[in-house]
């Protein structure tokens, strides 16, 4: 079709139709998005309740959320580098030990807890409100969308980004009915209103865009509650030794600020046996073959014991919690006799591996029943280097060669006195304490030391007893048994965040329009339109495939001849000049925007 333009009517006349067609476009392509308006400035009234509502709308701004994301990242970073006090205490001892300017300077700042510093929480919450206070109108706004239809044609259609046009014999309401049907056909929200029919479609973008943003506030959530009510505990268990889930149990024991140890399920297991392989050759030689414990557990005061094997990889989950096996040993079992020799002392001794190849290290301390040659009562510590592989007597220091019980050798030193248990103060297990301790001196006048295979009697000075390193070395499994409540939430939400971004960025809301008129000369002009959130070439696709369908629903008529002039004749044989050449029958529907 085409327009002509009279060129009547005053400037001020055409200002007002630019401003009317402007608002009808505005209002077809409203509400695209639920994202809140960015309004001119407009700075509050002064008072308490002005400034209050500016900042609020600040801080559940997007782009304000966007910022304590970031800080909220930020803020995590020390707590991956630095040592920690719910973690590691050692190494924030040690930490501040090194560093004695940083270390006071950390612990003002509050990067030993991080996360349970106070910035850190002020972020977090901010975040968590400025999340909910965005959230929740969008949601409500992208509701009432839902509820209603999409908004009419614009006036002039040929102002949107993507137009096309044809001419049909077909009635006008033939076509809509034909354009209703098409649209539902391609999942479309269509309806008709007046003489065009309204669609949209593409609602899971902001579907996808709500989902993300919820489903970070559940992850917030989940991470909040599940550092508030977690806990975690280590247990260094030798074989045929058992445990049962209480916290006098625990070796040691980290909880949240929540936690109670009424919230410590009941169950318990014995590791019955520990199975290790390695490899014996290549460059991969001491690396673990098989690396599994073998359990035999119940769950709740009067479950039924059964068998279960975890690794590293493959916890044990009882009741919301999960054993992991973290480490192992050795145990060798040792004898101590009195100098009357009674047996005082018969046990394996757990004992801390150094290297990859298990060279192990440690303390043995006899604490009770023990009387010397001179029938007095004391305490006896013994210094004990385990090493499961030895390379042999003059073949350098005394380090294992194989983490495998190739060639056991037990090196001890002796002591004897007071230990120190008694004074209040805590001590290692695995360290000796020799304030109150006396050597053992053997006939050179040298601290009293010997190295002992499986079976071997190391005497002690004077007719004071003697200790004993047994054929049976057993082995020992340190596991750790975690209880972190949120962690099946954080991680739904994690998935449901990736799946609601990605749809958020793939999938585009758009709408299109086809109205259907009578023509000045009785044909029906047949006009269609489409409008996309932001610029995209798949809108004037889409809109091309269905004006091409719609097309051979209502096909183009014959647009009509021109009426010659008076003064101009036909040729005889019918032909017209080549100055003034028929116009084309056909109108083939255009793809994209028509400019007029």
Known sequence: ?????????????????????DNELGAAGSQLSTAPREDAPNLPSLGVIGWARWFWRQLTSMRVALILLFL???????????????TDEMKVEQFTKDHTTLGPIYEKLGLFHVYSSVWFSAIYILLFVSLIGCIVPRTWQFVGQLRGRPPGAPRRLTRLPAYTTWRTEAEPEAVREAALTLLKKRRF?????????????????????????????VMLIAFAWGQ??????????????????????????????????????PFS????????????????????????????????????????????????????SNVYLVSHGYAPVVTVRDAKGDVVYSQAVPLLPLDSNVTSSGAIKVLDGYTNAKGEKEQLGFNAFFVPTFAGAGKGQMLSQFPA??????????????????????????QLDRTNMKEFKDS??????????????????????????????????????????????????????????????????????????????????????????????????????????????APGAPDPDPEPDADEAPEPDGKTSEADPTPDPQAVPAEGAETK
């Open 269 to 320: 297991f014995t590791l019955k046996d520990f199975k290790g392989t390695y490899a014996r050759t290549g460059p991969n030689r001491g690396t673990p073959r098989i690396y599994e414990a073998t359990l035999n557990y119940s769950e709740g005061a009067d479950g039924k014991e059964q068998k279960a094997k975890i690794g590293p990889t493959d916890p044990l989950r009882l009741d919301g």
């Open 444 to 553: 050179k006048g040298n601290l009293l030391k010997q190295r002992l295979l499986p079976g071997e009697t190391m005497k002690l000075p004077g007719g004071n007893g003697s200790i004993t390193f047994e054929k049976n070395v057993k082995e020992w499994a340190g596991f750790q048994v975690t209880h972190e409540p949120g962690s099946g939430w954080a991680l739904t939400a994690s998935m449901a965040a990736i799946f609601g971004l990605a749809a958020s960025l793939f999938i585009q809301r758009r709408r299109v329009w086809v109205r259907a008129t009578p023509g000045p000369d009785g044909v029906t002009v047949v006009e269609m339109a489409g409008l996309g959130r932001s610029e995209s070439a798949k809108v004037p696709e889409e809109l091309g495939d269905l004006a091409a369908i719609l097309y051979d629903t």
């Open 189 to 217: 929200r269509a309806h008709t209103a007046g003489d065009a029919v309204a669609a949209e479609k593409g609602y899971l973008r902001e579907v996808g865009n709500l989902a993300f943003h919820i489903a970070l506030i």
């Open 72 to 86: 909220l990242s930020l803020g995590a970073i020390p707590g991956s580098l630095i040592p920690q006090s719910g």
């Open 405 to 430: 019980l190739d060639f056991p050798v037990l090196a001890l030193s002796a002591y004897h006195g007071d230990l120190g248990v008694n004074s209040g103060l805590p001590q290692s297990v695995y």
């Open 228 to 265: 508030l009510f977690r806990s975690e505990g280590n247990k260094l268990i030798v074989e045929g030794d058992g445990f049962a889930n209480t916290l006098t149990q625990y070796d040691d024991f980290k909880s949240g600020n929540l936690f109670s140890t009424d919230d410590l399920p």
């Open 1 to 21: 079709m085409s327009t002509t333009d009279t060129g009547k009517g005053t400037a001020a006349q055409d200002d007002s139709t630019a401003v009317r067609d």
